[in-house]
């Protein structure tokens, strides 16, 4: 397998005060990968980019960019590295052109006029390139910021809250765009508060909570692994309480008894003494009549949950 394109070794973070935003964090950024951070507020997340992208001091450990080290290789490390910020920091009067061009020049690369068009072009603002950044509607203004980020031309792009207080629509423009990146080979790392965003867009998801990295696992084998799914079954005639027979089931009793609720593991339990077959054959031969059933597949979302409450 390729080296990791970013290195995290160690790293820890206090901040004058005291606080310690970074807990000892350990973790390897693959190279052409989408991961996704999650976390709650304050967990460390922009204290983790900002510490990479050299914004904010380190306390302890180290991190390589492509196996240059972030403090004694800054500039190397550096320019590897784009950076879409939270806020939106745009020069109203300029156009859109010349920010993109002149974010160039900041990591001391030569003009490029080719690289800003195709960056442009990728990103549909060709068109607006002699636009006031003022004059663009919210989506735009985001994709400039993007295109800031591309203009020198990095390997990894940050994305800080892509799309924090954005509607439906642009959120899913974003996500397209993020896509088209990572088609183009650049490696991308994400926060978000939104899991739904994780859950569309990451190959990976890490999990910081209280500056410590809890969880790093494949978007897939995550909702497999810690997946639980639930089995509703409607029933003809309440029950009172679960029958002797059933009681191997675990089964709880919902809807004044109108409904049983048998929650397993995604992965195991679909045969076997406690699978569902088992279970429909025990509800017959307990004489139990259903009316209805369906399943469910915990996401994300009741996952991310569950471990930030372990965490707390
Ligand atoms: N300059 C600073 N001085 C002292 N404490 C800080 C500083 N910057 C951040 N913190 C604290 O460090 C913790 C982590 O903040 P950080 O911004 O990294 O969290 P976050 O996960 O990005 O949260 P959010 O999702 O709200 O942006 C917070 O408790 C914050 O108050």
């Known amino acids: 397998m390729n080296d990791p394109i970013i290195r995290i070794n160690g790293l820890t973070k206090t901040y004058e005060g005291g606080f310690q935003a970074l807990k000892r964090v350990d973790l390897d950024i693959e190279r052409g990968e989408i991961f996704a951070l999650l976390g709650p507020n304050g967990a460390g997340k922009t204290t983790l980019i900002s510490v990479i992208c050299g914004l904010v001091s380190p306390s302890g450990?180290?991190?390589?960019?492509?196996g240059h080290d972030i403090i004694t290789e800054y500039r190397a490390a550096r320019g590897l590295i784009g950076l879409v910020p939270q806020e939106l920091t745009n020069e109203a009067f300029e156009t859109v052109w010349n920010t993109v061009s002149f974010s160039r020049g900041l990591f001391g690369k030569p003009p490029d006029p080719a690289h800003i068009e195709?960056?442009?072009r990728a990103l549909t603002l060709w068109d607006k390139r002699n636009n006031r950044l003022m004059t663009l509607s919210g989506g735009m203004k985001r994709?400039?910021?993007?295109?800031?980020a591309l203009s020198h031309e990095p390997r990894v792009l940050f994305l800080d809250e892509p799309t924090a207080g954005v509607d439906v629509s642009l959120r899913r423009e974003m996500w397209e765009v993020v896509r088209r990146l990572r088609e183009d080979g650049v490696t991308i790392i994400l926060t978000t508060h939104y899991i739904e965003e994780a859950e569309e867009m990451a190959d990976r998801i890490g999990v910081i909570n209280h500056g410590k990295v809890v969880l790093v696992e494949e978007k897939a084998a995550l909702i497999q692994k810690l997946g639980r799914k639930q089995l509703t079954l409607?029933?003809?005639t309440p029950l009172a309480q679960v029958p002797e027979l059933l009681a191997p089931f675990s089964l709880a009793l919902a809807d004044e008894g109108a409904t049983l609720v048998y929650t397993y593991d995604s992965t195991a339990r679909e045969e076997g003494e406690h699978g569902i077959a088992a279970l429909?054959?025990?509800?017959?031969?307990?004489?139990?009549?259903?009316?209805d059933l369906s399943t469910r597949q915990s996401s994300l979302e009741d996952i991310f949950v569950d471990l930030i409450k372990e965490g707390a």
């Open 280 to 291: 429909l054959s025990t509800l017959k031969t307990a004489n139990i009549r259903v009316k």
């Open 118 to 120: 195709k960056v442009l």
């Open 143 to 148: 994709r400039v910021l993007i295109a800031k």
């Open 234 to 236: 409607q029933l003809h």
């Open 61 to 66: 450990g180290d991190i390589s960019v492509a």
